[in-house]
């Protein structure tokens, strides 16, 4: 019989710690698709974050190394330096990677290190408890905003992808999600491109992928998808925000 569909080989047959409805098992799937598609697995380096990703370690079949909250991309940039034949890569969710670490991937963005970022925006602190993080949303309620997001009082949400973006020596920069096929399909295509950014030395690529927090959000899975289409997305539109492919 013809095998149309099985675990990729660089994901491990782990039981997942994720709450039910979570999209991190899904963009780790992604990862794991493009790593063996371009046959990079015994090269690749994973940086795991603080957050609800923090045991990537027991997912992917390949290694991985824990970082300081919010240091991922100075840890990266460190092995990527040292050993610059590796493809390295960050896993990071919005309070690791946009409060923390806002000065660590900044900094590495601007230099123009050759890294794939992947960021992981659910618009919340999901491993605490569901407090404000930088990307929540105006008016959005979390347990630090029981009345919702006060932008005169909490400021506004950063978009990263556009910030990101907007920085001379990045090479890509973009923003997906994950709530059908077809942006599977599309953030599975951004991933690998910026996989494959880091194998040409183009510089730094940064995929921003939308994704649910049912439990924080107190949504059912379903109910969370539709939120991500209908109200995040209406605050962070789905795109490509920089590409040195694609310049004249």
């Known amino acids: 019989m013809k095998v149309v569909f099985e675990r990729p080989e660089s994901l491990l047959d782990n039981k997942t710690i994720y709450c039910p409805g979570c999209n991190h098992g899904i963009i780790h799937r992604i990862v794991a698709e493009c790593i063996d598609e371009l046959g990079i697995r015994e090269q690749t380096v994973g940086v795991a974050p603080v957050g609800c990703a923090v045991l990537l370690y027991d997912y992917f079949n390949f290694d991985i190394v824990e970082a300081p909250h919010g240091r ?130 183009k510089g730094f690529s940064f995929v921003e992928v939308l994704s649910t927090c049912p439990t924080n959000w107190g949504m059912s899975p379903i109910e969370a998808l539709k939120w991500v289409d209908e109200t995040m997305t209406a605050f962070y539109p789905l795109g490509t925000f920089k590409d040195i492919d694609e310049e004249v």
């Open 72 to 201: 991922a991309p100075a840890m990266a940039t460190a092995m990527k330096r040292v050993r610059p034949n590796l493809t390295i890569f960050t896993y990071q969710g919005d309070g690791d990677l946009a409060s923390i670490g806002m000065a660590e991937i900044m900094h590495a963005a601007n230099r123009g290190d050759s890294l794939t970022v992947v960021f992981v925006n659910n618009a919340n602190y999901g491993m605490t408890g569901g407090q404000m993080a930088p990307t929540t949303l105006p008016g959005q309620k979390t347990t630090t905003t029981p009345a919702g997001r006060n932008t005169k009082q909490h400021g506004f949400p950063f978009r990263m992808a556009e910030i990101i973006g907007s920085l001379p020596a990045v090479a890509f920069s973009c923003r997906t999600s994950v709530t059908n096929p077809k942006n599977i399909m599309k953030t599975k295509k951004a991933i690998k491109k910026a996989f494959q950014n880091q194998l040409e030395n």
